[in-house]
């Protein structure tokens, strides 16, 4: 009977022992597998030739524009407008739609992520921004413009001291 006894204490101790182990592996193996880490995005570079070429396109259509690239992918154009006396301030939303034409032209190794236009007078400030994806799709025909304009974010001041 002791020796009964005896293989009982032992099993009641290994028992006691193990079912922790068991129960922590059981645990963890219904916990989820970690993700891996995101490597970060490389910054873009632009070659200095493209900002010069956007500014250049666009000067042949009579914008005087300046182009910078920050290195999270985004062109930023900014268009200083001078509106004809008495035009309506949103003849000066041409200017963003002829930006979107110039970026859209710009050679495979002038590629950004996204496109940020300004477009500003005394009287008007425009923003614009758009998806690179969404103005090559525009480009290539596969949106016309009012596809392209739902994908575009616009901001818009306007001065009281214009009405």
């Known amino acids: ?10 099993l009641l101790i290994g028992l006691a022992v193990l079912a922790p182990v068991w129960l922590l592996t059981l645990v963890l193996s ?10 970060p995005v490389s ?27 920050d290195p999270d992918g985004t062109l930023y154009v900014d268009v200083p407008y001078t509106p004809a006396r008495g035009a309506p301030p949103d003849v000066g939303a ?19 992520r996204r496109l940020h236009v300004m ?3 005394a009287d008007l400030e425009l923003h614009a921004q758009v998806a690179a994806s969404h103005l090559r799709a ?10 392209l304009s739902d994908y575009v974010t616009y901001t818009q001041w ?6």
Do not use: N
């Open 30 to 39: 219904r916990l989820p597998a970690p993700a891996a880490p995101v490597p």
């Open 138 to 147: 525009w480009a290539a025909g596969s949106v016309d413009d009012d596809g």
């Open 43 to 69: 910054p873009l570079t632009l070659p200095d030739a493209c900002t010069l070429t956007v500014t250049h396109y666009l000067l042949d259509v009579g914008l005087p524009a300046s182009a910078t690239f």
């Open 158 to 163: 306007i001065s009281p001291s214009f009405y």
């Open 1 to 10: 009977m002791e020796r009964l006894d005896r293989i009982r204490r032992l």
């Open 94 to 112: 041409q200017a963003v739609w002829h930006t979107f034409d110039t970026a859209s032209q710009l050679p495979p190794a002038c590629a950004f």
């Open 119 to 121: 477009v500003h007078s």
